[in-house]
């Protein structure tokens, strides 16, 4: 990852020949501390990729709402590579923006490792999580920046979408509730909202999780797991969630197992009992009484079958009990 960064260089009486002249007319990224942003309160962290049609116009409500809050802040537009013109919009901006910060990637990262990096590089005590493509009520971010500030016992918020307008609706309803519902039996906590886009949390509390943030977009069901498995309070508003503008990025079958993979990896790592002792011990009654048939059917003799279900029991039950031991024993948890 790199980023570009505006350097002044300094006058030399012979100018180097081979040296490649920057134009004057063009805007560079700031990427460096602006004056007197030392006390920024809260950093919003905006993916943009290939929304050079409404990303100024998102600018545009986030600031608005900031400016209109009194809460200092700072808007990081991370580029991912953009192939149209977003870049070079949010330069062309850059100078009607003071708070905003452009970083921009050299090649295509994935929206998580967009959020992890401009997370990491947060100047603001919070950081807020969105989206560039209009479907999020922007306008919001101060309300949910407002509840971290007022209650101490709350680390994050998320804004609980109302309704589902994305892409493959009628596949991605049934889908997104089956993952709901084995994140909540997982983490024993109801979840309106897995995998919303829109988030506030206290940077201080994120940052040991940021390293666990996959590069694709269950990198929000990430923050969630990793937030509810370690009893971080998440408090969920109910939001209006619009049609987004643009083309979708999301693939309904290949990032409908991502975010189930990324459930049970999450859940794995923070409380591997919760994952494999169920099956363990299911297989283990099952066994049992598997063994007690084949008693009483043909007494003295145990199918090989029976004993394969059982002994298979006790390796998971086995693995649970190591996987729980190393995880009690990392100390990050």
Known sequence: MSTESATETAPVSVPAPEAEAVPASLPQDRTEPVSGDSGVHVTIVLPCYNEQDHVIAEIERICAAMDASGKSYELLAVDDRSTDDTLARLREAAPRFPTM????????????TVRRIGSQQARGDIVVWTDADMSYPNERIPELVEILDTDPSVDQVVGARRTEEGTHKLLRVPAKWFIRKTAERLTNTKIPDLNSGLRAFRRSVALPYLRLLPPGFSCVTTITIAFLSNQHPVRYVPIDYAKRAGKSKFHFTKDAYRYILQVLRMVMYFNPLKVLMPLA??????GIVKGVYDMVAHFGYFANNTIMIFVTGLIIASLALLADLIVRSRGDV
Request: aromatic share 12%.
């Open 101 to 112: 910060r452009i970083m921009a990637f050299q090649h295509n990262s994935g929206s998580g």
């Open 281 to 286: 011990l299911w297989l283990l009654v099952i």
